[in-house]
C-alpha cells in the first residue's frame, strides 16, 4: 500500500502495476463467450473514419466592445449547437498552467493501486461510488468501456489524504468551466430567445459535477470501446482532452475522428438542452476508442439540474412532453439495466 503521506512531496507520477481495473478477471465470462462465438468484434466495428476539427470558435469575442463582434460569435455558438452539437472555443479563460496542472495531478490520481482507488472514501477523501471502471451492465464485449474515472460532484472537492494540490487544481478548474458553461447557456437560450435565468437557478455546484477519465492501453481495441456510443443526458459538457485522440462522434450519419487542439476545449450539447430547445440544438451521439499503446486522460463537466427540475420545451407545439430530471435518470438506468443500453430522449417524445 502507499504511504500517502509521501505522496505530495514526490515531483513525478506514482507508477505501480496494479493500478489498472482488473478487466479480464471481472469480464472473463464475456471474454470466454467471446472465444466460444469465435466472433468478439463490437458492435459498429472499427472501420477507417475520417478525422476532422469541429467548428472552432473564439469566445474571447465575448468580452470586446463591438456588439457586432459579440453577436457574430453567440451566431457561431448557436450554429454549431444546430448543425453539429459539438464545437469547441478557444481564449476561454483557462490557463495552459491549470491544463497542465489537471493533466498532472489527474495522472498521480490514476496511478494509485487499483485497491486504494476502489475504496476512494477511505484513502482519498471522496464520496462511496465516485470511483467507477468498466461497465457493470455489459453483456457482451462490444458493450464494455475500458476505461476508469472519478465521478465527482463540484460540492465533493474537498482536499484528500495526500492529494491536496489536486483539490486546488480541480476548483480552479471547476470554477472557470462552470462560468463558461453558464454563459454558453444564456448564450444559447437568448438565440432562441429567451433571456432566461433557468439555468443560474437550476444548474448549481450542488448538481453539476466532474468526471476525470483514463483509458489505459487496451490489448483488444477491435473488441471494445474506451467508452460505449451515447449521448450525455446533461445541458452542456466542457471536455478537455490530451493529444492521444479517440473522441469520435456522429455527423451526417457517419462516424468522425476528432482532431485534438491542445488550446481548446470541447463543448457539446447534452440530451436535457435538446428537450428544452424543442429539438434545435442537437445532442450528438459519440464515442470514444481505444488505444492499444497509448493511455488517455481527459476531464468533463457536466451541467446539470437538480433532479426535481422540470424540462420543458421553450417552444410549442413541443417535441416532448415534460419530464424531470429525476424521471429521465431513472429511464436511462432501467433501459441499461435491462437492454444494455441508453435509449434516451426517444422515450420521452409526445405521442401523436
Known amino acids: ?108 490520481l490514476f496511478k494509485q493501486p487499483f485497491e486504494m482507488k476502489s475504496k476512494e472514501d477511505k484513502y482519498l477523501n471522496f464520496s462511496a461510488g465516485s470511483y467507477r471502471w468498466g461497465t457493470p451492465s455489459a453483456t457482451r464485449l462490444g458493450q464494455l468501456s475500458w476505461s476508469e474515472a472519478f465521478h465527482i460532484p463540484l460540492i465533493d472537492i474537498l482536499p484528500s489524504a495526500g492529494f491536496d494540490s489536486l483539490s486546488t487544481t480541480m476548483e480552479q478548474f471547476a470554477a472557470t468551466v462552470s462560468s463558461l458553461a453558464q454563459n454558453l447557456a444564456e448564450i444559447l437560450a437568448e438565440k432562441m430567445g429567451h433571456r432566461s435565468t433557468f439555468f443560474q437557478q437550476n444548474c448549481l455546484p450542488s448538481t453539476c459535477y466532474l468526471r476525470m477519465n483514463r483509458y489505459p492501453p487496451c490489448p483488444i481495441p477491435s473488441e471494445v470501446f474506451g467508452l460505449i456510443p451515447h449521448t450525455d443526458s446533461d445541458f452542456l459538457t466542457i471536455l478537455h482532452q490530451d493529444q492521444v485522440g479517440g473522441l469520435q462522434l456522429v455527423k451526417d450519419g457517419r462516424w468522425i475522428a476528432v482532431k485534438p487542439n491542445p488550446e481548446a476545449l470541447i463543448i457539446n450539447i447534452g440530451d436535457l438542452f435538446q428537450a428544452w430547445s424543442n429539438d434545435v440544438y442537437k445532442s450528438v451521439k459519440h464515442r470514444v476508442v481505444p488505444n492499444p499503446l497509448l493511455e488517455r486522460f481527459s476531464t468533463a463537466y457536466f451541467l446539470c439540474p437538480s433532479y426535481d427540475t422540470v424540462i420543458q420545451s421553450c417552444r410549442e407545439p413541443s417535441v416532448f412532453r415534460k419530464f424531470s430530471f429525476r424521471e429521465y435518470r431513472q429511464q436511462v438506468q432501467a433501459d441499461v439495466q435491462k437492454l444494455g443500453f441508453k435509449i434516451g430522449l426517444p422515450r420521452f417524445l409526445k405521442l401523436v
Open 1 to 108: 500500500m502507499v504511504d500517502s503521506r509521501n505522496i505530495e512531496t514526490q515531483n513525478q507520477p506514482l507508477i505501480s502495476m496494479e493500478s489498472d481495473p482488473p478487466f479480464h478477471e471481472a469480464y472473463k465470462s464475456l471474454f470466454d463467450k467471446t472465444i466460444e462465438a469465435g466472433n468478439g468484434a463490437r458492435d459498429n466495428e472499427l472501420v477507417i473514419v475520417e478525422e476532422c476539427e469541429l467548428p472552432l470558435i473564439d469566445v474571447g469575442r465575448l468580452g470586446v466592445g463591438e456588439a457586432e463582434v459579440r453577436e457574430e460569435c453567440k451566431e457561431e455558438i448557436a450554429r454549431a449547437s444546430r448543425e453539429w452539437g459539438f464545437f469547441q472555443v478557444v481564449n476561454h479563460g483557462i490557463s495552459r498552467e491549470i491544463l497542465e496542472k489537471m493533466r498532472f495531478q489527474q495522472e498521480r
